[in-house]
C-alpha cells in the first residue's frame, strides 16, 4: 500500500514539474522517525501552485518543509506523500533600504537575509536557532522567536506582506510592500505559527530595521537565580533600552564557547545605539546588576558578542546530543523565576537546563536522555510537569521536542480551549480536503 502511495505521490511531481524537481530525501525529511519517501523542490511560486492543485486532487497529503531545524515541533499527524521542500525559493525579490522594506522567497535562510541586508546597514530583526540553515518562511510557520523579540516584538510583526499558496493551489496576496499598509483584516498572521496548514508561505514582505551604531552586551553572573530574575526585572523597568535581556544557567555556559566567568546562574543583556547613550546603558546596566547581588560582570564585543548571542538562540538545537524534551513556556514577566524553580524541584535524574527571557515571558527548557529503562518515564514525567506548572502559574507550555512514543499520548500544544471551534472551521474553510499536514497542528488539525 505504501509502495503504491509512493508511486502515486512521484507521478503527481513529475506531472507537475517534471523528474527534476524531484529530490532523494535527506534528514531534513524524516518527521518523527518516519521519512518522507517522495520530496518535490518547486523553484518558483507557481510551481508550488502546480503541485499543490494537482494533489489536491489526487488527494495526496503534503507537507511542507524549509531547513527542517524545527521538524520535531507538532502532533505526529498523518504520513506526507509530498515533503515540499521550499529551500529552492531562495531569492530576494525585492530590497528599498530608503523605505526600510523587503521582501524574500521563504526559502531564504535567515543568515542570508541578514547578509544581504548587512550591506545597506539594516537587517531583520528576528532570530532563531541555527540561522544558517532555517529558512524564514519555516520560522514563521513554527512561531519560532529568539532574544530579539524583547526589544522588538513577535516576528509576525514584522511581517507587512505575504505570498501564500493554499492547498488548491490558488495564489493569494496579502499586505504589500509599505508599512502603513492597513486596510483589511491581516491575513498573513493565520499562517504564522500555523505550520503550514492553511496554505504555503512562499513570499514574505518584511519592514526592517537600522544596525546600531554600536553594540556591547553585559555579561553578569550571579550566585541564585533570584538575584538573577529581580536583576533582569530591574533593568527591564529602568531607563535601559536592552535589544535582548536573557537568563541562563550554568549548564548552558558550560556547553559553549562562551568566555568562562565564575557562577550559577546568568545574565546576558544585549546593548546597541550611539556611543554616549551605549556607554550609559552599560553603566546602568552594571550597576543595577551590582545592586541586585552580581558576582561578576564582563563586557563583550564584537565577535565574542555576536558568538555568545548565536549559542544562547543555537542551545539544545545543534549538536549530536540532543535534549529528548524541549519545552517552550510561555508566562508573566514576573513568573519566570517560579516557573523555573518548580521545574528544577520536581526534576528526577538529570536537571533540566533553561533558557528564560524575562522581558516577555518566555523559558526555554531542555532536558537530556536519562539513561536506562527509566528514560520514556522520566521524559513523560518532564512533560507533564513543565505543561501543569505552566498553568498553574496562568501560562502556557508547547512541548518542542520529545520521544515519538509519547506524541500519540498527548497534545504537543496543550489545551486549545474555545478557540478550537474557530480553528477547525478555518481549516475547512481552507483545506476541505485536509491534505496539508493533517493533524500536526493544535487539536488534531
Not at 496554505?199 to 544596525?211: D, Q
Not at 556547553?255 to 545574565?267: E, T
Not at 529528548?324 to 536537571?351: C, E, F, H, M, W
Amino acid at each position: 500500500m505504501s509502495s503504491d502511495r509512493n508511486d502515486i505521490a512521484r507521478q503527481i511531481v513529475e506531472r507537475s514539474l517534471g523528474a527534476e524537481s524531484l529530490s532523494p530525501g535527506g534528514p531534513s525529511h524524516v518527521v518523527d522517525g518516519r521519512p518522507i519517501a517522495v520530496v518535490a523542490r518547486p523553484r518558483n511560486v507557481d510551481g508550488v501552485s502546480v503541485l499543490l492543485t494537482e494533489a489536491n486532487a489526487q488527494g495526496t497529503i503534503v507537507m511542507p518543509v524549509g531547513g527542517g531545524t524545527r521538524l520535531s515541533l507538532g502532533n505526529m499527524g498523518q504520513t506526507p506523500g509530498i515533503a515540499l521542500d521550499t529551500t529552492a525559493l531562495n531569492q530576494p525579490v525585492s530590497i528599498n533600504s530608503a523605505d526600510l522594506t523587503a521582501t524574500f522567497e521563504a526559502g531564504m535562510t535567515l543568515q542570508a537575509v541578514q547578509e544581504i541586508l548587512a550591506e545597506s546597514g539594516q537587517f531583520l530583526a528576528m532570530d532563531s536557532a541555527r540561522s544558517d540553515q532555517a529558512t524564514i518562511g519555516g520560522i514563521l510557520a513554527s512561531g519560532a522567536s529568539g532574544p530579539l523579540k524583547w526589544q522588538y516584538g513577535n516576528p509576525r510583526d514584522l511581517v507587512i506582506g505575504m505570498k501564500v499558496v493554499q492547498a488548491d493551489g490558488t495564489i493569494t496576496k496579502s499586505g504589500g510592500q509599505v508599512v502603513k499598509n492597513v486596510s483589511g483584516y491581516d491575513m498573513a498572521r493565520l499562517h504564522v505559527g500555523g505550520m503550514g496548514t492553511l496554505g504555503i508561505i512562499c513570499e514574505v514582505s518584511f519592514k526592517l530595521t537600522p544596525k546600531p551604531a554600536n553594540e556591547k552586551t553585559a555579561l553578569v553572573a550571579f550566585s541564585d537565580l533570584k538575584s538573577c530574575c529581580d536583576a533582569a526585572i530591574s533593568i527591564f523597568n529602568s531607563q535601559v533600552a536592552p535589544l535582548a535581556l536573557t537568563v541562563f544557567d550554568s549548564a548552558v555556559l558550560s556547553a559553549s564557547s562562551i568566555p568562562d566567568i565564575a557562577g550559577d546562574h546568568f545574565l546576558a543583556v544585549r546593548l546597541g545605539g550611539r556611543s554616549r547613550a551605549l556607554t550609559r546603558m552599560t553603566d546602568e546596566t552594571i550597576k543595577t546588576s551590582q545592586s541586585a547581588g552580581a558576582t561578576n560582570v564582563e563586557i563583550l564585543e564584537g565577535d565574542s558578542a555576536l558568538d555568545l548571542w548565536k549559542h544562547l538562540s543555537d542551545f539544545g538545537w545543534e549538536g549530536d546530543a540532543l535534549p529528548n524534551v524541549v519545552v517552550r513556556a510561555s508566562l508573566l514577566p514576573n513568573q519566570v523565576k517560579a516557573y523555573v524553580d518548580a521545574i528544577g524541584a520536581s526534576s528526577t535524574g538529570v536537571a533540566p537546563s533553561c533558557v528564560a527571557s524575562p522581558g516577555y515571558g518566555n523559558v526555554m527548557v531542555f532536558w537530556r536522555s536519562h539513561s536506562g529503562a527509566d528514560d520514556l518515564e522520566s521524559s513523560r514525567a518532564a512533560i507533564q510537569t513543565a505543561q501543569a506548572e505552566a498553568v498553574k502559574l496562568g501560562g502556557s507550555a508547547i512541548i518542542e521536542r520529545c520521544p515519538v512514543e509519547l506524541k500519540s499520548e498527548l497534545d504537543v500544544w496543550g489545551e486549545a480551549g474555545d478557540s478550537i471551534e474557530i480553528m477547525r472551521r478555518l481549516k475547512q474553510q481552507y483545506d476541505p480536503k485536509g491534505i496539508l499536514s493533517p493533524g500536526r497542528f493544535i487539536g488534531g488539525i
